[in-house]
């Protein structure tokens, strides 16, 4: 399980986290390699006396610095748009679970599967446990199978929330009147911390998401236990 309060990008648990992670890194090396020809550009001027008069006909320049930034666009917008592909295709999902957003708490539904709902409020810290995670850990945690395709439909019943798991890669709006969706699926059992990362109100900070991923025999265990 990833630190949830790290430095930097969470651990991927998911395919579509590791396709984010590398094409961070792509992007990140592009950027650096423009970054330190600019300054060895800037360098290279200000250290030299020697100067250039023939700047009236510069086409082969002109067309270098034309179509070398077309290329490098080009090289980052088609990761970009396949890894956006890849994350809107919903492919026959096995489990489908309905999320909604309220002031200030989350409500999970197993309709599909079974009929099963039920509220996920933090923990005040009064009542932490030893080991338990201060505005992360909630009284009821989702629980879904892992290694399965899951969607997860997203709305809210008041104002625009947003559901958000950085290490599984999911950052979908909940918006009122309307229902989107996601998918997901984990590579590795765990929990994973997630936060309503959209500014709904007052107590914004205090609806924590908590997912617990487990194989699919102990999910089907656990969900003879629901009430």
């Keep these: 399980m990833p630190y949830p309060l790290q430095l930097g990008l969470q651990d991927a648990v998911s395919p579509a986290m590791e396709e984010l992670l590398h094409f961070h890194d792509h992007t990140l090396m592009i950027m650096l390699l423009i970054s330190t020809l600019v300054l060895y550009t800037i360098l290279l001027t200000l250290s030299t006396k020697l100067t250039h008069t023939c700047t009236m006909n510069t086409q082969e320049m002109e067309t270098v610095w034309t179509i070398l930034p077309a290329i490098i666009l080009i090289s980052i917008a088609l990761p970009s748009l396949r890894i956006l592909y890849l994350m809107d295709e919903i492919n026959n999902p096995l489990l489908t679970v309905k999320t909604m957003g309220h002031q200030w708490y989350w409500s999970y539904e197993y309709t599909d599967y079974k009929d099963l709902s039920f509220d996920s409020y933090m923990i005040p810290t009064p009542n932490l446990k030893p080991g338990e995670l201060r505005l992360l850990e909630v009284d009821n945690r989702a629980v879904l199978p892992m290694e399965m395709l899951i969607r997860m439909l997203i709305s809210s019943e008041d104002v625009i929330h947003s559901w958000t798991i950085p290490s599984l890669g999911i950052k979908t709006d909940a918006i009122p009147g309307r229902l989107n969706q996601t998918t997901l699926t ?39 236990l629901m009430p």
């Design 186 to 224: 984990s590579s590795r059992p765990g929990l994973y911390y997630g936060q309503c990362s959209e500014i709904c109100g007052s107590n914004h900070s205090f609806m924590p998401i908590v997912l617990e991923l487990i194989p699919l025999k102990h999910f089907k265990d656990w969900s003879t």
